[in-house]
């Protein structure tokens, strides 16, 4: 059966399975400093949303408005398999939810173009509709609450839109920065009735004077010489006083300022959400990763960029509020100790029953030449160090030693017959190599469909069942290629019982 004598060969040619393994070793230890660390696998859900807001409109209106015509242009969309709304004041969210397989970027781009479409059926005072996939990698990793004594909350919004938002974002794997709480900042006008009474002016007229001047758009193209300029009107008032000294068209060719009938300052908008840490009013933040990113490297980005701010700007006072990133960097932690543990017991166990530390040696080395190639394959599948590929790992450390162990036991016993270590290696392990390929693809027949699932449940267990399976077959190669070879030239030999007993041929033993 010449197919089943790759262990003699690796025998009998050690330098390149010597070169393999290295290379797979450096493969896999380079892939596990580049594979992210995750809470969860990399899944796509077919669900999309749609959501519609008008300010102050009633959850009837937008009912009827609005939610019912989107309902019935998106059933058309291909797909599609179940339809959900949500009405409330000033707000409509419609879910779609898609057929497991489906393209979902292209169901995105449909859902979206489905929508344009019926924008023509819906109100003219609607905000512009967003349409997004639910995406679990979207979900803040860290929350954030800031606080300074003296500001007001548009200060702090502020500082949290302008410097704090534009430090994180330069961050690694740093997605978005979302504010929680607080206030924009805007010019308020405030007109006095009787002065407006008094110039012959009417609030009409201000509110068109306004929405007129504080405009910027295009204006045309210009050719100047052989170079073609772009011309742009700049309309909108960049201070208070600017906009305080705004020209407001009387009849007759009049002109007024709008400092004359009003006042002009600096304020804030109404507040419509609040944040409170321990009973203060704060201003928050969430941070979000990239889709790819880690959660480790982006916390660990966040960090360092807030304890920046922190020596900036010492009058502000950062308080860390949750962080979902701090447990996926515990679980990560914890599973790399139990991986360390698991191969130290395993270790321990297989000298117990071995009484040889030669052979416990060759059969330990088993478990991290299996497992660190691994990274490897799963760096290439584009998986992540997440809960369910960490639990597969954990979960495998003792079957990557079971085939090492039973091809070392069979060499053994070939040695205590008086075999050479090289002759036994060559002998037991291509006895022992079918049952051995056969095992191995047993346990790869039983993890390996869990990742072909259907369903939401198939998207989660699919790094499991592939990384399990992945880290089997690794062993595999290492049983048949790398075990015989270390038992060949680095197990003792042993006296035969018989030899001890007529140590010399043909001398009498004594009675």
Not at 337 to 352: P, Q
Not at 428 to 452: Q, R, Y
Request: no cysteine.
């Amino acid at each position: 059966m010449a197919q089943l004598k790759i262990s003699k060969w690796a025998i009998e040619n050690p330098i390149p399975v010597t070169v393999i393994f290295v290379g797979l070793l450096l493969a896999g230890l380079a892939a596990f400093m580049g594979l992210p660390i995750k809470l969860l696998p990399n899944t796509d859900l077919p669900i999309v949303t749609v959501t519609v807001t008008q300010s102050g409109a009633a959850p009837s209106e937008m009912e009827k408005q609005i939610t019912r015509p989107i309902e019935n242009a998106l059933s058309s969309v291909t797909g599609v398999k179940h339809i959900d709304s949500q009405v409330t004041q000033g707000i409509s969210a419609t879910t779609l939810q898609f057929e497991v397989g489906t393209d979902l970027q292209r169901a995105v781009d449909e859902t979206r173009s489905t929508v344009d479409k019926t924008r023509v059926n819906l109100p003219q005072g609607i905000d512009p509709p967003t349409v997004a996939r639910v995406d679990f990698d979207s979900a803040p990793i860290l929350t954030y609450a800031v606080s300074a004594p003296g500001l007001t909350a548009a200060d702090l919004s502020w500082f949290i839109d302008d410097t704090v938002s534009r430090t994180l974002q330069g961050g690694k794997d740093v997605a978005q920065v979302t504010r929680v709480g607080g206030v924009e900042r805007e010019i308020n006008v405030i007109l006095d009735p009787e002065r407006m009474q008094a110039l012959g002016v009417t609030a009409p007229q201000v509110n068109s004077a306004i929405a007129g001047a504080n405009l910027d758009d295009t204006g045309g193209r210009s050719t100047i010489g052989a170079a073609e300029q772009t011309i742009r009107v700049l309309g909108s008032g960049q201070t208070v006083d600017a906009v305080r000294n705004l020209s407001v068209p009387l009849s007759a060719g009049k002109f007024i300022k709008l400092g004359d009938v009003a006042t002009v300052q600096l304020g804030s908008e109404e507040e419509r959400s609040f944040a409170r840490f321990d009973g203060r009013p704060v201003v928050g933040f969430q941070v979000q990763k990239s889709r790819e990113g880690s959660d480790v490297t982006a916390e660990r980005s966040i960090h360092q960029a807030i304890a920046q701010l922190k020596r900036q700007y010492p009058a502000y006072q950062f308080t860390e509020v949750l962080s979902t990133a701090k447990q996926t960097r515990e679980s990560y932690e914890s599973t790399l100790h139990v991986l360390v543990e698991g191969m130290i017991l395993a270790a321990i166990v297989v000298f117990l029953f071995l009484r040889d530390w030669r052979a416990t040696l060759i059969a330990s080395i088993a478990m991290p030449l299996s497992l660190v190639p691994t990274f490897a394959v799963m760096a290439l599948l584009h998986f992540s160090l997440n809960g369910l590929s960490l639990l597969a790992l954990t979960l495998v450390i003792g079957i990557l030693v079971d085939d090492a162990i039973v091809e070392i036991e069979n060499i053994e016993k070939r040695i205590e017959t008086g075999m050479s270590p090289y002759k036994a290696s060559v002998t037991g392990a291509d006895t022992i190599g079918l049952a051995v390929v056969a095992t191995t693809a047993t346990i790869v027949a039983v993890f390996a469909p869990v990742s072909f699932m259907g369903g939401v449940s198939g998207m989660f267990f699919r790094e499991f069942g592939l990384t399990v399976a992945a880290a089997v077959v690794m062993s595999l190669l290492v049983a048949r290629l790398v075990t015989p070879l270390m038992a060949a030239y680095f197990l003792k030999p042993k006296k035969h019982a018989s030899a001890l007993a007529f140590p010399h041929a043909g001398h009498q033993a004594p009675v």
